[in-house]
């Protein structure tokens, strides 16, 4: 008998498992609905809930419309929530599966602010800090996400912001291995500084950073005895920046 009511239990408990769930609410939502309040929550700034609406979407309509905007709005959603490594993997995901979507243009912008924005903290959003002094390799990600997008979709109307971006960027890029160059200056590592220096010379031509790489190049080539090459880098500086004060500094450098 015992046998019997313990057979019984368990058959409830496993009724109670395998049925529906019934504290999700939008079990029974169409997916209009669906979508509607994955929409109204993503705008209303209920990020966590938008993503919690779009995954319920993707899962249960994958197809059509809808379930394509629904996985383009999870990759700005997941962006928004800050979870930074989803909202790229969302945006990968509608790119390989969806590349002849006409709002392909957007995923892949978004791809690249969601890495312009990652690892900032709240006080880089709100401050003025010298992002040159982080991490390079989001910046990197992001100048060649933006790229893709210019490169694939020029006529796209995103593709002004991210030219723009990209500006900025290939700025911050140099400006990151100029700073590098000078702790390596100051450190007496003048080979290594002076390498760093030329690779911004050579790969980030025209942005704010070469004056001062063209400094280190000659002062580290002084240093090192290597007047020629100092004196080459001195010229290129004069020609272009005449009146940087790297020039003055230069020619004050004594080697012992």
């Known amino acids: 008998m015992r046998a019997l009511v313990f057979v019984f239990v368990l058959l409830l408990a496993g009724c109670s498992f395998f049925g529906k769930d019934d504290s999700d609410e939008t079990q029974n939502w ?3 609905r669906l979508y509607t309040e994955a929409k109204g929550a993503l705008d209303a700034g209920y990020y966590s809930k938008a993503v919690e609406y779009y995954e319920y979407l993707e899962t249960r309509f994958p197809f059509g419309v809808y379930g ?3 996985l383009m709005d999870l990759g700005y959603a997941y962006y928004k929530a800050e ?7 969302a945006c990968d ?3 390989r599966l ?3 979507n006409p709002g392909v243009d957007y995923v892949f912008y978004l791809r690249g602010l969601i890495n312009f924005n990652r690892g900032k903290g709240l006080s880089e959003r709100f401050l003025p800090l010298d992002l040159s002094q982080r991490d390079t390799g989001s910046s990197l990600q992001s100048f060649h996400d933006f790229e893709e997008l210019v490169s694939k979709y020029p006529d796209s109307k995103y593709s002004p912001d991210a030219q723009k971006r990209m500006v900025y960027l290939r700025n911050t890029l140099a400006q990151n291995e100029v700073n590098v160059a000078t702790y390596y200056m100051r450190r007496g590592a003048y080979v290594a500084a002076v390498n760093r220096a030329r690779y911004v010379v050579e790969n980030y031509n025209r942005t704010t950073a070469v004056p001062d790489a ?3 190049m000659a002062k580290g080539y002084k240093v090192l ?3 020629d090459l100092s004196a080459d880098a001195l010229r290129v500086l004069e020609a272009n920046y005449p009146n940087h004060p790297g020039i003055a500094e ?3 450098v004594v080697v012992h």
């Open 30 to 32: 169409t997916v209009e």
């Open 68 to 70: 394509q905007q629904a």
């Open 83 to 89: 979870d930074f490594d989803s909202a790229i993997s």
């Open 93 to 95: 995901r509608f790119i």
């Open 98 to 100: 969806y590349p002849q």
């Open 214 to 216: 063209l400094v280190l």
């Open 225 to 227: 005895e290597m007047d």
């Open 250 to 252: 230069t020619r004050e």
